[in-house]
């Protein structure tokens, strides 16, 4: 569904005229019709309004779903980078590679770390056995 289509279905689940909403939203009535015929885009600005309006995210208006689960996990990611220098120095380094370099040593990592997984589940079976 199509930006314009999405309003519309959210307008209407609202049960609202094009004009009550648009008095709503601080828009134009003719402008929404075009907005939901798909023969106008909105700026980000009237976007904010029409969500705000409509009580959904920005970003459940524009791509039809919420992103927000998306954006928490790198937020995640980010903060967990931020607590090792290590690793921001590693990507630091290497940000301005090539994509063939950057494959290569991603390459290198799975393989050390498919090495350390081997070796430290050998170990548990060692220490296993001596008991």
């Known amino acids: ?3 314009g289509k999405r309003i519309k279905a959210l307008r209407k689940t609202k049960r609202l005229t094009q004009q009550e909403f648009a008095k709503k939203a601080g828009i134009n009535f ?3 019709g ?3 015929k798909g023969q106008k885009i909105p700026s980000v600005r009237i976007l904010g309004s029409i969500a705000r309006t409509l009580g959904v995210p920005l970003d459940y208006l524009i791509v039809g779903k919420d992103v ?3 954006v928490n996990e ?4 980010f903060e967990k980078i931020m607590e090792r220098p290590r690793v921001l120095e590693f990507l630091s380094r290497v940000k301005d590679l090539p994509d063939d ?4 040593l991603i390459d290198i990592v799975k ?3 498919k090495w350390e997984t081997g070796k430290m589940k050998k170990s548990k079976r060692q220490a296993n056995t001596k008991k």
Do not use: A, G, Q
């Open 1 to 3: 569904m199509d930006l």
């Open 101 to 104: 370099e950057i494959l290569m």
């Open 74 to 77: 790198y937020t995640r990611v």
């Open 111 to 113: 393989t050390v770390s």
């Open 68 to 70: 927000v689960p998306i």
């Open 30 to 32: 003719t402008y929404v």
């Open 34 to 36: 075009k907005i939901e």
